[in-house]
């Protein structure tokens, strides 16, 4: 089976509909989303309902845990989550989902898996957004260094996302595999997913160029009135600065 993992789209259109047109060419048997639908970027809502057109396989990221946090509990939003912290470190595009999200789209979100679990052709694979160890929120870098590892015994295979950041990592037996983010890379540029084929046991990351030339006019339109996080969101679209240790 050809299996392509993709994750952190982030609400960024431009990245998404090339991503589309990619697969176009890949033909994998599935394509399994690793969840963060919302948060930078704008068109998070008309990517939720592409995603589930071409049916393809999603689970839940913290983003998207978020925005149901938020959304059925308002007062949520005047103690951890409130719309001007989010904005102040995503952006508007929270607002702007938050306004024009359905009970529709909520209930695809309540739907989706903090984890998914297969196995194929002999293996144990597992997708999260963050890890076995923490399906939304536990960030593994290059450098994260694990000592319990008994979280990721039960795979041969672990997909991740999360920290917008590659990884490739053998832990015991386990092989570790973040492809990056697809919306908002931090450690390159472009978009990105990652290719598995579960009868070779080879996978393959791979990284493209798209145009971000909308993305730039839509952070100049819906930031015109926050000049610095237009300029932090155009600085990490066209990776003028790479962030480390980046605000998840």
């Known amino acids: 089976m050809k299996i392509c993992f993709f994750s952190d789209i982030h609400g960024n259109g431009s990245a998404f509909h090339a991503f589309v047109k990619r697969m176009e060419i ?43 946090d938020c959304k059925e509990d308002p007062s949520i939003l005047h103690q951890i989550h409130d719309l001007s912290r989010l904005e102040g470190r995503y952006g508007s595009s929270y607002q702007q989902a938050f306004q024009q999200i359905s009970k ?19 293996i144990k694979i597992g997708f999260f957004h963050g890890s076995p160890r923490d399906p939304l929120l536990d960030r593994i870098y290059p450098d994260t260094v694990i000592e319990d590892i008994s979280a990721f015994k039960p795979y041969d295979y672990v997909f991740c996302g999360h920290t917008h950041h590659k990884l490739v990592k053998q832990i015991g037996h386990t092989w570790l595999i973040n492809p990056g983010s697809a919306g908002q890379q931090r450690d390159g540029k472009g978009t990105s997913y990652v290719i598995f084929d579960t ?26 009135n926050t000049s610095d996080m237009a300029k932090k969101l155009k600085e990490v679209l066209y990776r003028r600065t790479i962030e480390k240790r980046p605000v998840i």
């Open 26 to 68: 890949e033909q994998p048997d599935k394509i399994i989303f690793g969840g963060d639908f919302f948060g930078y970027y704008y068109d998070a809502l008309e990517i939720l309902h592409e995603m589930q057109e071409l049916q393809y396989i999603c689970i839940r990221g913290n983003h998207d845990q978020m925005m149901l």
């Open 104 to 122: 529709e789209d909520l209930d695809f979100l309540h739907g989706l898996p903090e984890k998914l679990e297969m196995t194929v052709d002999g």
């Open 199 to 224: 009868q070779k046991r080879i996978f393959r990351i791979q990284s493209f160029a798209y145009d971000c030339k909308v993305v730039e006019q839509q952070i100049e339109e819906y930031e015109k």
